[in-house]
């Protein structure tokens, strides 16, 4: 599934990376937080919710908005759509092992590990194939 730049809710986290990447968070979590106000399709509540995951303080706030992104991905009947669940799994397994959650935390690295050949064999597809492995190294440790 290709990102329309001309989609406002894209223009708007577009916008909104590039704030952050002027270390300007608040004014990038609000431009997140307007993209998720225009979002009405799944696709476009899917990226508002990730980039919002993105800005949250506390875990339990990003885990809420990483569940609903995923959950909005999840609505997306498009082939495309498998590559984005390996990292989606990875956060969200994340922030159950932050909470110290394990059993959630492994539920969600296996899935996101189920995922993984979905994903493409560049420098980001092996940023998130070491997370997930990672994130099950760690938690094979904490059972030992």
Same mark, same amino acid.
């Given at each position: 599934m290709d990102f329309d730049p001309?989609?406002?809710v894209v223009k708007l986290c577009a916008q909104g990376m590039q704030k952050e990447g002027n270390l300007e968070y608040d004014e990038a979590g609000a @431009?997140? @937080?307007q993209a998720w106000e225009k979002a009405t399709t799944d696709f476009e509540k899917f990226v508002a919710a990730h +980039? @919002?995951?993105k800005h949250q303080d506390l875990t339990e706030n990003k885990l809420k908005? %990483?569940?609903k992104s995923l959950s909005f991905a999840l609505k997306i009947n498009d082939q495309d759509m498998l590559s984005n669940y390996p990292s989606l799994y @990875?956060?969200?397994a994340k922030c +159950?092992? %932050?909470l110290k959650n394990f059993e959630k935390?492994?539920?969600n690295y296996q899935t996101a590990l189920l995922y993984a050949d979905n994903l493409p064999n560049d420098g980001y597809g092996q940023m998130i194939r070491t997370g997930i492995t990672s994130g099950i190294s760690r938690l094979s440790d904490t059972t030992k």
């Open positions: 001309n989609n406002e @431009l997140f @937080l +980039y @919002l995951a908005w %990483d569940e @990875l956060n969200i +159950y092992e %932050d935390a492994a539920q």
